[in-house]
């Protein structure tokens, strides 16, 4: 039985407690590799064009990032790395990297199971000519897990002549779910479906979404609390680019497993072009505890259209009558804003990471940003700024000036954002991981117990 803290006590930590989180501000964690920050190359060929997609915790308090490395004129591998908090690990495949020939295909996204196996979808040519996208089941270890699917841990979802995978999830039961835009032939309209294979990689199942325009793009991902898939995507409004929001559950009808598609909400995404070429959904997450949803992406800038610039898309919905919406202008001296994740973190908030550009200094940095429930800028977070950023150092000592970022992990109190960085004199892509941490994320104690 644990001891409640005397009044004294209990009154002198609160006091503690509320001074700390005054002056709480987020920074890079110290205690992971040098300075918060690492990059790992793998260095496959002369271009070496090392990329992270994502970034992932697996046993150990050890993390795995995962992405692909040129391999060749045109060709590609799956490219992991097993990292601890200070160090590569060097059990993990040769010197801590492990990758996988993958020919002229690149890899187009990467899902985590509840067991801690990595699915990988990638895009080849099928035995008709067509195109379909594969998927291969790797163990935690990084090696192929042989009882997936039917060719040896890899299998395909062959919906169409032409297939292109837009997102990748896992559920519950470590079933799949990919978001997939297919056609018979190039000169036909793109039709838009969720597909599921279950937890062997077989029984493919999929159902019609919402129709998606020629430049479309989605994000899916599971949701505890609705008990179903989330969907968001960029659709097409006749000829308005809009945005949707829309679930998928697996029912039994007449006594077949089905895929049921509900609408969840959309909107017009305004002073964007029809076509949708400027805009791009990257990102969905289930808000925990709840049946909500964080939706994120990027858009042209409203007030510079036709420039190129592009400004932050943010969605809270948790319902009709409690959602929120907007458009996250860069701060300066950034112009450009593009998210490519979103999270809640261990109190609740609003987490994006994305890619802050200067166009007039030609730089990229990682950005990570914290909302209020509302979308405002929580201006706690860093010294009265919503936002950090953070470049990356090179061997020569100097700054690397483009970093982009792709994912965003929240691992405890620790706010991981992976992407890749780029070098010049030689030109060097590697794979880039920076761990933030803020005082304030820690438990909250009250009358003596961790709530």
Sequence with gaps: MRRLLTPFFATALLMLSSLSLAVAQVSLDPSFFSQGRETVSFDLDTAATDRALRVFPTVGGRFLLVGQASNGSGLYSLALTRLFPIAVDPSFGIDGRRTYALGLSQVADIAQDSQGRLLVAWLAVNGGNGIDVFVVRLNADGSRDASFGTDKGVTSFGLDAIDELLSLATGPNDEVYALVRSRPNTGSAWTTRVAALNADGLGLRSTFVDPMPEQGSGAIAWSSGRGALLVAQ??????????????????????????????????????????????????????????????????????????????????????????????????????????????????????????????????????????????????????????????????????????????????????????????????????????????????????????
């Design 234 to 451: 960029t659709s097409d409004g006749g000829g308005v680019c809009g945005l949707s929001l829309s679930q998928v559950r697996s029912r039994l009808v007449s006594g077949v497993p089905t895929l049921i598609v509900t609408a969840l909400t959309g909107m017009t995404l305004t002073e964007v072009s029809s076509s949708c070429a400027e805009a791009r959904i990257t990102a969905v997450a289930a808000i925990p505890d709840s049946e909500g949803a964080l939706v994120a992406g990027h858009r042209e800038d409203p007030a510079s259209p036709g420039s190129g610039r592009q400004h932050g898309l943010l969605l809270r919905w948790a319902g009709v009558e409690d959602s929120n919406f907007g458009t996250v202008a860069p701060l300066p001296p950034a112009d450009d804003l593009r998210f490519s994740a979103v999270a809640v973190d261990t109190r609740g908030r609003i987490l994006t990471a994305g890619t802050a550009r200067n166009s007039a200094a030609s730089t990229q940095r990682f950005s990570l940003r914290r909302y209020l429930v509302t979308l405002g800028d929580d201006t706690g977070f860093n010294a009265g700024s919503p936002e950090i950023t953070t470049s990356f150092v090179a061997s020569n000592g100097l700054d690397s000036p483009l970093a982009s970022a792709a994912d965003l992990r929240v691992v405890g109190t620790r706010l991981l954002v992976a992407g890749s960085v780029r070098f010049a004199g030689p030109s060097d892509d590697d794979f880039a991981v920076a761990a933030f941490t803020t005082p304030d994320a820690a438990p909250i104690f009250r009358d003596g117990f961790e709530n």
